[in-house]
């Protein structure tokens, strides 16, 4: 059945599109953060062991909440690693070692590149789709990533 909440199909598609390239970042950057939890090592292991796990609980959150925003206009999100590869524009591949501080500025680099993109894309929502659900939604995501950047950003000093 066809969501009838007034918006034209044709947005609800372009938005539920935009929403699965949204759900193809934090789905990599989720499980970049529980690599980063599982494969920590140095003498700060135990304090960023925890640290990783509340980020991804988080981020695990976020998966979740924009799938079921997807759902709510009426279509069906990405839900395969296949999907998320294809539609995402971070890489999964880690670039640094397996101590805090690699980690910590890879996933603060996905954060700020995902930040960018919600700000780039975030007017079109209310303005060319006429979806200021999905436009205050976003609003709400960039502030839970500015504050996670936020927190891995003061790890580094």
Same mark, same amino acid.
């Given at each position: 059945?066809?969501?009838?909440?007034?918006?034209?199909?044709?947005?609800?598609?372009?938005?539920?599109?935009?929403?699965?390239?949204?759900l193809?970042d934090?789905?990599?950057l989720y499980?970049?953060t529980?690599?980063a939890?599982?494969?920590?090592v140095?003498?700060?292991?135990?304090?960023?062991?925890?640290?990783?796990?509340?980020?991804?609980?988080?981020?695990?959150?976020?998966?979740?909440d924009?799938?079921?925003?997807i759902?709510?206009?009426?279509?069906?999100?990405?839900?395969?690693?296949?999907?998320?590869?294809?539609?995402?524009?971070?890489?999964?591949?880690?670039?640094?070692?397996?101590d805090?501080?690699?980690?910590?500025?890879? /996933? *603060?680099e996905? #954060? $700020?590149?995902?930040?960018?993109? &919600? +700000?780039?894309?975030?007017?079109?929502?209310?303005?060319?789709?006429?979806?200021?659900?999905t436009?205050?939604y976003i609003?709400g /995501? *960039?502030?839970? #990533? $500015?504050?996670?950047?936020?927190? &891995? +950003?003061?790890?580094?000093?």
């Amino acid at each position: 059945m066809k969501a009838n909440i007034g918006i034209k199909e044709e947005n609800l598609a372009a938005v539920a599109h935009s929403l699965g390239k949204i759900l193809a970042d934090e789905f990599v950057l989720y499980t970049k953060t529980r690599k980063a939890h599982w494969n920590v090592v140095g003498p700060d292991f135990h304090s960023k062991h925890l640290f990783f796990e509340a980020q991804y609980g988080e981020l695990e959150q976020i998966v979740d909440d924009v799938a079921e925003r997807i759902r709510t206009l009426g279509h069906f999100p990405p839900a395969s690693l296949k999907e998320y590869l294809a539609l995402t524009h971070l890489t999964e591949e880690s670039k640094g070692k397996n101590d805090s501080v690699s980690f910590i500025k890879e /996933l *603060l680099e996905d #954060h $700020e590149s995902i930040l960018i993109h &919600l +700000r780039e894309n975030i007017d079109g929502y209310s303005e060319a789709f006429h979806d200021e659900g999905t436009s205050d939604y976003i609003t709400g /995501l *960039l502030q839970t #990533h $500015e504050k996670m950047a936020w927190m &891995l +950003r003061s790890h580094l000093g």
